[in-house]
T-cell receptor, first 114, second 115 residues
Framework: DGGITQSPKYLFRKEGQNVTLSCEQN?????MYWYRQDPGQGLRLIYY???????QKGDIAEGYSVSREKKESFPLTVTSAQKNPTAFYLC?????????????FGPGTRLTVT | AQKITQTQPGMFVQEKEAVTLDCTYDTSDQSYGLFWYKQPSSGEMIFLIY??????QNATEGRYSLNFQKARKSANLVISASQLGDSAMYFCAMNLDFGNEKLTFGTGTRLTIIP
């Protein structure tokens, strides 16, 4: 079955540690995205990539970093510079980066930093 | 910049009744897309329906329809014959033409279907 996988589902880290969230898709989509969701809020865009080896900042990129070395993979690193890292993180992909193209989402990773 | 407003934080609806979830948007662009997503308690976002700003007819997908009123800048989701499995968070979102990257979401509506 084609889809997007995110691992792990739950992640716990101590403050001051960097942590990398995995996102893999086998849909052959060109574009991939990372969103953050806080309780009672909608999703906010962190980073997106339309092609391998290229990515752009979203609305809340500070304290995060990404890489896109392969079409299938778009890992997100939450660095110690992110002041409030505890949140639900969702990865998405789409076939082309055009309006009207739906984004397919993974199951999400719930990160807790204490 | 575009903005999505969902004014209903929560709704309770009797099973088998129809329900309308409100969404208004704000953009100065003429070309844009409007989406509705469902988020069950598991957390995954499920695409429901899409409406393009130039589409003359309201979009429909099974029990879902989008009541698009361009002059009022509203894109309400209508669910007919609600089911218990419809209980979830529902998000309205939009993006602009010439770029899919900026999908802007509203704060969502929590729908609870009562048996």
């Amino acid at each position: 079955d084609g889809g997007i996988t995110q691992s792990p589902k739950y992640l716990f880290r101590k403050e001051g540690q960097n942590v990398t969230l995995s996102c893999e898709q086998n849909l052959n989509h060109d574009a991939m995205y990372w969103y953050r969701q806080d309780p009672g809020q909608g999703l906010r865009l962190i980073y997106y990539s339309q092609i391998v080896n290229d990515f752009q900042k979203g609305d809340i990129a500070e304290g995060y970093s990404v890489s896109r070395e392969k079409k299938e993979s778009f890992p997100l690193t939450v660095t110690s510079a992110q002041k409030n890292p505890t949140a639900f993180y969702l990865c998405a992909s789409s076939i082309v980066a055009l309006a009207g193209t739906e984004q397919y989402f993974g199951p999400g990773t719930r990160l807790t930093v204490t | 910049a575009q903005k999505i407003t969902q004014t209903q934080p929560g709704m309770f609806v009797q099973e088998k009744e129809a329900v309308t979830l409100d969404c208004t948007y704000d953009t100065s662009d003429q070309s844009y897309g409007l989406f509705w997503y469902k988020q069950p308690s598991s957390g995954e976002m499920i695409f429901l329906i899409y409406q393009g700003s130039y589409d003359e007819q309201n979009a429909t997908e099974g029990r879902y329809s989008l009541n698009f009123q361009k002059a009022r800048k509203s894109a309400n989701l209508v669910i007919s014959a609600s089911q218990l499995g419809d209980s979830a968070m529902y998000f309205c979102a939009m993006n602009l033409d010439f770029g899919n990257e900026k999908l802007t979401f509203g704060t969502g509506t929590r729908l609870t279907i009562i048996p």
